[in-house]
């Protein structure tokens, strides 16, 4: 890692002049203007009695929601005292099962229950004392790892809500688990671009603030400043065109000038990522969308964790990198 501030990491030149962090992400909300899938774009040809296309997912995703939601409703009534931490989330779980509901279209008729009809909702056991926590912690990891699966599954539109929702679950328990997934598919995307246009940014903002840090923190930060340098070479070795270059300087959105800025400018660095990799779970290609919502619940729970550094307060959006439109789908013909 760098050790001078005022120098980009690895070889890149320094030269006078700067793009700023607001010109970048024009850019790339420019780009992802275009990307982001919307369910309701893709026109209607269902016929009345059909089930919605996206019924399986959306059942996993409903019932997984309800089990969050029992599982956090038991930790309150076995410890009160909890309730300040744990309401906040609650609510986030709340507003996902309120939208997901909202795209739940079954069948009519003999057809109501094809794809699964949803199951009543479940609570995880929940000990008493300090162990709580931990089965939440755990209870969220595998919620987001879910819905990485499902974004997989799902329609574009669809697999951009779930890779939202991942994404938060997986800041409320600020670690995923396992490797990323493999992509062998090639992509063109304007996605692609975007993503990489705001990696190539992370990387510059990981270099300069490592250099503000010590000890464990320098050692996080070097090994998350590695992990945005391999994310780089990732988007670029899936995309099909040239991929976008990056700039020689970032006019950074917080002041390097202790591990507490440093940490906060992590985390702003890492919530930027969120709504690229959002817009990415839009491609068509399944591995993609299975690659950009692990991308964005990795992103996110790197946010949370700087911000847990930072003595900051947690996100309070409970879909991170999706415009408030995409929560309410248009009705299908024949509803």
């Not at 700023?20 to 893709?42: C, F, I, K, N, Y």
């Not at 700039?247 to 660095?269: D, G």
């Not at 408030?324 to 299908?332: H, V």
Request: hydrophobic letters at 45%; one cysteine or more; proline letters at 8%.
């Amino acid at each position: 890692m760098p050790e001078a501030v005022s120098r980009p990491p690895e070889s890149e030149p320094y030269l006078p002049g700067s793009i700023s962090r607001r010109a970048l992400l024009g850019r790339g909300a420019a780009l992802g203007a275009g990307v982001l899938v919307l369910p309701w774009l893709a026109g209607c040809t269902a016929e009345a009695a059909a089930p919605h296309a996206d019924l399986p997912a959306l059942v996993g995703a409903i019932a997984s929601e309800q089990n969050l939601i029992a599982t956090y409703e038991a930790a309150r009534s076995v410890n009160a005292s909890l309730a300040g931490r744990l309401d906040s989330v609650l609510a986030h779980h709340r507003e996902h099962l309120a939208v997901l509901k909202r795209h739940y279209v079954p069948g009519s008729g003999d057809r109501a229950d094809e794809g699964g009809a949803i199951p009543p909702p479940t609570a995880s056991p929940v000990p008493r004392g300090s162990g709580v926590l931990v089965v939440l912690r755990e209870a969220e990891e595998r919620a987001a790892e879910q819905r990485r699966a499902e974004a997989a599954k799902a329609a574009p539109g669809l697999a951009q809500l779930l890779a939202s929702i991942g994404a938060c679950e997986a800041g409320h328990a600020m670690r995923v688990k396992g490797q990323a997934p493999v992509v062998r598919s090639k992509s063109g995307a304007e996605a692609v671009q975007t993503a990489l246009a705001v990696e190539h940014a992370a990387v510059y903002g990981y270099g300069v603030l490592g250099a503000r840090l010590q000890g464990p923190l320098r050692q996080t930060a070097k090994a998350v400043w590695n992990a945005h340098r391999a994310q780089r070479d990732a988007l670029i070795s899936l995309l099909s065109g040239t991929p976008v270059a990056a700039a020689t300087v970032y006019k950074l959105p917080v002041k390097v000038a202790s591990a507490r800025s440093a940490a906060q400018l992590a985390a702003v660095l890492e919530d930027d990522l969120v709504p690229a990799y959002v817009g990415l779970a839009g491609v068509s290609a399944p591995d993609l969308r299975a690659f950009a919502a692990d991308s964005a619940q990795r992103a996110m729970a790197r946010s949370a964790a700087w911000r847990t550094k930072a003595g900051g307060a947690a996100p309070r959006n409970a879909f991170p990198g999706l415009p408030s439109t995409a929560l309410f789908p248009r009705p299908e013909v024949g509803e």
